[in-house]
């Protein structure tokens, strides 16, 4: 299974850098940061939407599982949100650090 979904990872990745146009004529070659950052912002909320449901169930009905299921969730949601928010990128110095832009720029 882990060899199945590393394959299925590789192909993905592939197909968005070396399938995709070089260039959009408006963005450049900065559009393709969609075909990563996207999908692991959505998965991360995913995660954490599971972890709302499990931690639901385990304070209702006192389901066991549903703890165990909310403590594994916890480190793959993060993880997939420091990669999201690590893979994202400012589109401007204003967007990184307003205060400092502001001195630099004005």
């Known amino acids: 299974l882990l060899w199945s979904a590393l394959a299925t990872t590789a192909l993905g990745l592939g197909w968005a850098f070396l399938g995709t146009p070089a260039e959009d004529y408006l ?37 066991k599982l549903a703890e165990i299921a909310t403590i594994a969730a916890a480190p793959v949601g993060a993880a997939f949100t420091a990669i999201a928010l690590a893979s994202s990128r400012p589109r401007s110095p204003r967007a990184c650090c307003p205060a400092r832009a502001r001195r630099r720029w004005s």
Do not use: K, T
């Open 27 to 63: 963005q450049g070659a900065s559009y393709r940061i969609m075909y990563i950052h996207v999908p692991l912002a959505w998965m991360g909320q995913f995660v954490f939407g599971v972890m709302a449901v499990s931690g639901f169930c385990a304070l209702v009905w006192r389901v």
